[in-house]
Structures are given as C-alpha cells and as structure tokens.
C-alpha cells in the first residue's frame, strides 16, 4: 500500500497557467510537509502543515499556496506559473507535531515542467 | 543557521568495496543529522537518523554513520557495495530547538561498478 502518493506524476504546462498537485497519506501522520527539487537535485522545503496549521513557510512566493482540506491531504496550487517553477515537486508526512527528530516519509514526486 | 555540506557529487565504488560518502554540517547547536536515499524516479527514503544518542549508528540495507562532533562531520559507510545501491544520497540536519525544517545538502550520486 503507498503511504504518502502525489498525482500526477508528470505535469506539462505552459507559462502563465494555474495548476494543482495532490498529495495524500495513509500513514495517520499529522504533520505534512512539501519539498522543491531543482535541476540540480538540491532540496529545500516549502510548507509545512500541522492540524491544518501552517507551521513552517519558508521565502516561496505567494504564487504558491499549501491546501489541506484534512489530515491526510495537503494540496500544492500554483498560480501564473513560471519558467522557474520546472521542478520536482515532493510531498512528505511526519508522525507528531513536527519535532526535529520525526523521520519524514515522501512521496514519489511530481515532476513539473513550465514551458 | 544549519546546513551540510557533501563532499563529492559523484562517487563510484566497485561492487563488493567500501563506500564512504561524506557529510559535514554546520550548526550554532547540537544538530539532529539524516541521511537519505534516492532511488531513480523515486522519492526519498531514510537509511538513519542521530538525534544525539548513539554516535555511531546503523541504518537500513548495511549502512552506518558515525557523528563526530570535533570534525563536524557524519559520514556514511557500508563495507561492501552492491549494485542495488546505486542511488543519489543525501545528508540533511535539523535543529533540536526549531520545528522539523530538513536542511539538505546538494547530494552525492553513487555509481556501483560490476
């Protein structure tokens, strides 16, 4: 069984256009958090969601907003996207509050590109 | 501030050798330290964790780390390599005192030749 799944998995899109990624986890976990990849493969984190909670938001632009509609879900829109934006998308789950030592589980990625 | 640094982007290790990838952080405190694996077209698994308890600790599928405070460092080892560990490697740090917020370094992809 997955526990933390992303759709879709690829996503082509031009620039300017809004667009959604799913992520969902059947892990009970309470925390949910989401990670940019570039093409580099440097990782840095986005959101983060507790309870519903934004807890952690880092310097993303406001084109970006975090949506969860429950516990096991939590939503990356992109507004007007841009060239920038081509990147692997990863979505990931803690178990608690968000403590430093909770090991995250990802997602298997969402791969966008912005042409 | 928190961060690691990987030294090496690529490495590559006959199959049955020793693989060492390293990682050094930076941190005002004590850090918590993780290394994940990234298989390809694959999200990201934890291979082990030090939340300042052992310093020498073992993770899944062989692998250890070992911290070492004087050299600031938390390199990853397993003895002998298998082709199955091919993979991108990475070591992230978090702080005691902060919220969850996973600091990754730029990663280190692991080449096992036969």
């Given amino acids: 069984d997955t526990a933390v799944s992303q759709t879709p998995k690829y996503l082509v899109t031009q620039m300017g ?14 925390t949910m958090y989401w990670y940019k990849q570039d093409s580099k493969k440097f990782l840095k984190i986005m959101f983060s969601y507790n309870n519903k909670e934004l807890i952690i938001n ?17 939503n990356l829109h992109i507004n007007s996207l841009e060239l920038g934006d081509s990147a692997v998308y990863f979505c990931a789950s803690s178990q608690g509050a968000g ?17 | 501030a928190q961060s690691v640094t990987q ?9 049955g050798a020793l693989v060492l990838l390293r990682c050094n952080y930076s941190s005002s405190v004590p850090p918590y330290l993780f290394w994940y694996v990234q298989y390809p077209n694959q999200g990201l698994q934890l291979l082990l964790k030090y939340t300042s308890a052992a310093t020498l600790v073992k993770g899944i599928n062989g692998f250890e780390a070992e911290f070492k405070k004087s050299e600031t460092s938390f390199h990853l080892t397993k003895p002998s390599a298998h082709m199955s560990d091919a993979a991108e ?24 030749i036969p």
């Fill in chain 1, 58 to 74: 880092e310097t993303v632009p406001n084109r970006f907003s975090p949506k969860s509609p429950d516990k096991a879900h939590l």
């Fill in chain 2, 89 to 112: 490697y990475f070591c992230a740090v978090t702080s005691p005192f902060g919220a969850n917020n996973l600091f990754f370094g730029t990663g280190t992809r692991l080449t096992v």
């Fill in chain 1, 99 to 115: 403590a430093a030592t909770d090991t995250q589980y990802f997602g298997p990625g969402t791969r966008l590109t912005v042409l």
């Fill in chain 2, 7 to 15: 030294l090496g982007s690529h490495v590559s290790v006959s199959e």
């Fill in chain 1, 17 to 30: 256009n809004d667009k959604s990624i799913k992520c969902e986890q059947n892990l009970g976990h309470d």
